[in-house]
């Protein structure tokens, strides 16, 4: 089984293939993930990514979730599970408001394109 750092990296690379125009974006963030009583800090940077464990003092943004639902979105998640985990109150996101904002932004776009294709 893939080591959770790999994992991390998996994601990430999956995200950003499926939601190319985040590929460039530079930035730190912290992912907590939260399981039986203990919680895993991992520091990412992007782009990469590159991860390692512990806090990430640098972030602009904390990511936090259960363990088992990144496992799931980690195996097979597109970005539209992971803004359905987000609405759903599975992820919780802190930090910098604007890198949220533009984050949320670009994802909608893709998500409109998305569906424009669909039609077409």
């Known amino acids: 089984m893939a080591s959770t750092q790999e994992l991390i990296k998996t994601a990430i690379q999956r995200f950003q ?3 190319p125009a985040l590929a460039n ?11 039986r009583g203990d919680v895993q800090i991992f ?5 990469g990514p590159a991860v390692s464990k512990g806090v990430a003092e640098d972030a602009r943004l904390t990511v ?3 363990r088992s639902h990144f496992n799931e979105l980690a195996q097979d998640g597109k970005a ?3 803004r359905e ?3 759903g109150g599975h992820i919780k ?3 910098d408001p604007g890198i949220q904002k533009l984050i949320a932004q670009v994802i909608a776009r893709h998500e409109e394109r998305e569906r424009t294709r669909k039609v077409h």
């Open 17 to 19: 293939a499926d939601v």
């Open 25 to 35: 974006l530079k930035l730190v963030f912290q992912l907590d993930l939260r399981g």
């Open 43 to 47: 520091r990412v940077e992007l782009p």
């Open 64 to 66: 936090e979730m259960p």
């Open 80 to 82: 539209k599970h992971y």
């Open 85 to 87: 985990a987000y609405e």
């Open 93 to 95: 996101v802190s930090g």
